[in-house]
């Protein structure tokens, strides 16, 4: 029988530590055409699917399965099926284990077990670490991680979210930025994670300041070594090691700053999360940038 997740559940609930009795809606919905397409049964049952994932322990917006939701709902297994069918837009289908204990069937009795024995099972079972994720993971790009994973029919176990937090932690110390590492991997569809491409680890980089020289010595240059700074003060060396750092001026031609970037992930983040800033610290040394371009070589 499939198991069922809502997407992106981090945006309607938002505590680690506890579960309020409310999720949050965004008005985005009413702009959602998905939204405006369903029926008038799905639209009722995605709601009270939001409200049912609010009630899984481990915050991960998974369901129970559509004989159980049905009972919940007050109608048909058919029937919930029938409209979860209509609901891919918010809702991931898949053949795969759900992870809450509070959906999992007990394991029956044998003939001759005794009801201690069943307890003790019980006890066992209840007593089984479930995994939590780390407060210095970051959420939004780890539930992006998992939520590729499921897409790509290789859901993570608990074991194998225990390992990439070891992992994410391991690039963390050799100076890469965790939510690029993992967005990294969501990019290109890739079940491991791996160090961000271009990029060598602190312990193999030379470790002194960047100088002029070490960007050519040109006009350009001067630009592009303010904007290294000003974004390194800003955001931190994690983040200015993983994303800006890799960066190289083509040319300055006004308005526009072109840049390169040494792939189209990194290419496509930086468009739609740096962008500002950079024109912004480059205005300072030339001030008729208003706007940054961004080209990936081809390999």
């Known amino acids: 029988m499939g198991n069922y997740r809502v997407k992106d559940w981090h945006k309607f609930q938002h505590f680690k530590d506890r579960r309020p009795p409310w999720i949050k809606l965004y008005r985005e919905l009413l702009d959602d055409p998905d939204w405006h397409t369903l029926d008038a049964e799905a639209s009722k049952?995605?709601?009270?699917?939001?409200?049912?994932?609010?009630?899984?322990?481990?915050?991960?917006?998974?369901?129970?399965?559509?004989?159980?939701?049905?009972?919940?709902?007050?109608?048909?297994?058919?029937?919930?099926?029938?409209?979860?069918?209509?609901?891919?837009?918010?809702?991931?289908?898949?053949?795969?284990?759900?992870?809450?204990?509070?959906?999992?069937?007990?394991?029956?009795?044998?003939?001759?077990?005794?009801?201690?024995?069943?307890?003790?099972?019980?006890?066992?079972?209840?007593?089984?670490?479930?995994?939590?994720?780390?407060?210095?993971?970051?959420?939004?790009?780890?539930?992006d991680y998992l939520d590729m994973r499921v897409k790509i029919k290789k859901p993570a176990t608990d074991r194998a979210k225990e390992m990439a937090v070891k992992k994410l932690y391991d690039f963390r110390d050799q100076g890469y930025d965790m939510a690029a590492v993992l967005l990294q991997s969501v990019f290109h569809s890739w079940q491991d994670l791996y160090a961000i491409k271009g990029i060598a680890p602190v312990s193999k980089a030379e470790k002194k300041e960047i100088t002029i020289e070490d960007l050519g010595n040109t006009p350009e240059s001067k630009v592009l070594l303010h904007i290294f700074t000003a974004m390194q003060k800003k955001h931190g060396d994690a983040v200015f090691r993983s994303w800006i750092q890799p960066l190289r001026v083509k040319e300055i031609k006004p308005p526009a700053i072109i840049l390169s970037a040494p792939s189209r992930f990194m290419a496509e983040w930086i468009k739609s999360h740096y962008a500002e800033d950079i024109c912004l610290f480059a205005r300072a040394i030339s001030p008729q940038v208003t706007e940054m371009g961004l080209e990936v070589p081809h390999v």
């Open 45 to 143: 049952v995605l709601v009270m699917l939001w409200l049912i994932a609010s009630e899984d322990p481990d915050q991960n917006g998974w369901l129970p399965d559509a004989r159980k939701l049905a009972f919940r709902l007050r109608t048909t297994e058919q029937k919930i099926k029938s409209c979860i069918s209509k609901l891919s837009h918010w809702v991931i289908s898949d053949d795969i284990k759900v992870i809450s204990d509070r959906y999992q069937v007990d394991i029956p009795e044998t003939e001759g077990e005794t009801e201690g024995e069943t307890d003790k099972r019980k006890n066992t079972k209840k007593e089984k670490s479930v995994f939590k994720l780390p407060d210095d993971i970051p959420a939004q790009a780890w539930m």
